[in-house]
T-cell receptor
């Protein structure tokens, strides 16, 4: 089951903030976040393993609400380099769910000057 | 340290032809994955492997076969290519810290 991401696309001016959401209909073991620039391979941002956990990387952070099976990626004071497509990937609890990461369709983010 | 490499980078096939995509990683990772990426569809898991000699089906396995005879290599085969298999194929390996490292991708066109 592919996780659902929202919004599908967003345009920001430099310095603005954005939130990208990811939700699943299944109980989650972990949530992964990746960014892909045009014509390139996806690059790992972070993984969240525990319910309610928040992790951060410079001005990009994320939260994971295990009970709601949701994760959110927070981009603060956006920079031009943040442009790209953001994917969440989920691992589902239960037999056969571990080790297999299923990605959403992505959120295209464009930061303009 | 090359990370994850994929061969070839580009390929054009005619319907019905066969081919093998090679993925190699030099990080000694146990887990490896094959994804396809199509516009508006995101990354979809084709097959994956949790160790040498093991493979498992992902979300869209039909029309593909895989083999993991050596830990560092993960092969994706198309026995009889169809236009619906036109896509960009990414291989990835996963570290013990759960980070997936993606290869540069193979752009495949089936005419």
């Amino acid at each position: 089951q592919q996780p659902v991401q929202s919004p599908q696309a967003v345009i920001l001016r430099e310095g603005e903030d954005a939130v990208i959401n990811c939700s699943s209909s299944k109980a989650l073991y972990s949530v992964h976040w990746y960014r892909q620039k045009h014509g390139e391979a996806p690059v790992f941002l972070m993984i969240l393993l525990k319910g309610g956990e928040q992790k951060g990387h410079e001005k990009i952070s994320a939260s994971f609400n295990e009970k709601k099976q949701q994760s959110s990626l927070y981009l603060t004071a956006s920079q031009l380099s943040y442009s790209g497509t953001y994917f969440c990937g989920t691992e589902i609890r239960g037999s056969g769910g571990y080790q297999k990461v299923t990605f959403g369709i992505g959120t295209k983010l464009q930061v303009i000057p | 340290n090359a990370g994850v490499t994929q061969t070839p980078k580009f390929r054009v096939l005619k319907t019905g032809q066969s081919m093998t995509l090679l993925c190699a990683q030099d990080m000694n990772h146990e887990y490896m994955y094959w994804y396809r990426q199509d516009p508006g569809m995101g990354l979809r898991l084709i097959h994956y492997s949790v160790g040498e000699g093991t493979t498992a089906k992902g979300e869209v396995p039909d029309g593909y076969n895989v083999s993991r005879l050596k830990k560092q290599n993960f092969l994706l085969g198309l026995e009889s290519a169809a236009p619906s298999q036109t896509s960009v194929y990414f291989c990835a390996s996963r570290s013990s810290y759960n980070e997936q490292f993606f290869g540069p991708g193979t752009r495949l066109t089936v005419l």
